[in-house]
């Protein structure tokens, strides 16, 4: 099943942050006998996957392969605690039970554990072992994503794609930033060309920035200078600045379009413009587009 090939690619990615190092299965299993929770996750993986450790082939016996993963998450390994909820949220290995799914997946994300608090947020999304609570799914996917977890901020982003729609530009922009910034940079670009199609002026100049840096989007140098020379037309400083230094590069860079013939072309001029507002380098042209970042 789809689900549980997913499974099993998040239980190895999170056995590997943990630092299990392969070994032959008796060193391993001696070890997770010896009380060492992450051993007892890594076997527990290996029992239900039936993968191989230093070569050696391991058999399947996902009934073993439970008990493991069910003595680490009561000693308190959280990562085996949402590997455990998501088994029986799943019901391939081990009978359906969605109360203990819901009640081992809430405790690895109260401890902190982002790819938990994703699950736990689909369950809340979706209303599965638990009544439906959007509230609920958005505060579990904003913390899994600003754990770090990516994917979270692709479902933190649909689950508000109606509400993100009413927003004004000045408000798409700051929340364009905050996914830009955070890892789920193509749902910031969306949010970006929303604000961009009002007429903002920063958001066309973040829109040149993700397409100099290929963020959210694939590089493509003709729609940066786009977005950065319509930027600065509409005044954007930091755009232009950029556009600035670029004629100081590249004197010709504005000809050949048409729709600019009419722009001064002039580095002292945007320059100046840029300079008028504040903006005297690269570090605050890029600090005013992106505030805070990180």
Not at 34 to 63: F, K
Not at 80 to 97: F, K, P, R, T
Not at 226 to 243: D, L
Not at 267 to 289: I, Q
């Amino acid at each position: 099943m789809r689900a549980f090939s997913a499974l099993l690619t998040a239980l190895f990615a999170a056995l590997l942050s943990l630092g299990v190092e392969a070994q032959n299965l008796d060193s391993l299993r001696r070890q997770a006998e010896e009380g060492d929770l992450a051993s007892m996750n890594y076997l527990g993986y290996l029992l239900i996957s039936g993968g191989e450790t230093e070569g050696e082939a391991v058999e399947r016996d996902p009934a073993e392969g439970l008990l493991w993963l069910i003595r680490a998450a009561s000693e308190g390994d959280v990562k085996a605690a949402s590997n455990l909820g998501w088994l029986y949220v799943e019901g391939s290995l081990v009978e359906q039970d969605l109360d203990a799914g819901v009640r081992w997946l809430s405790k690895a994300a109260d401890a902190g554990l982002p790819v938990a608090q994703s699950l736990l947020g689909d369950l809340y999304r979706d209303g599965t072992g638990v009544a439906p609570d959007s509230l609920m799914a958005d505060s579990l996917y904003s913390r899994a994503f600003e754990g770090g977890l990516a994917d979270a901020g692709y479902k933190l982003y649909d689950l508000n794609s109606p509400r993100l729609a009413a927003l004004t530009p000045e408000e798409l922009v700051e929340q364009g930033r905050y996914f830009y910034l955070r890892g789920a940079p193509s749902e910031g670009v969306k949010l970006f060309y929303m604000a961009a199609d009002q007429g903002s002026a920063e958001a066309m100049a973040l829109l040149g920035d993700a397409y100099t840096r290929a963020l959210g989007v694939p590089y493509d140098h003709s729609l940066s200078l786009k977005y950065y020379v319509e930027a600065a037309r509409a005044g954007n400083p930091s755009a232009q600045f950029v556009v600035g230094e670029l004629l100081e590069i590249f004197p010709d860079s504005l000809k050949g379009h048409p729709e600019w013939d009419s722009l001064p072309d002039s580095p002292a001029f945007w320059l100046e413009k840029a300079a008028e507002a504040g903006v005297f380098d690269a570090a605050e042209a890029y600090s005013r587009l992106l505030p805070n970042s990180f």
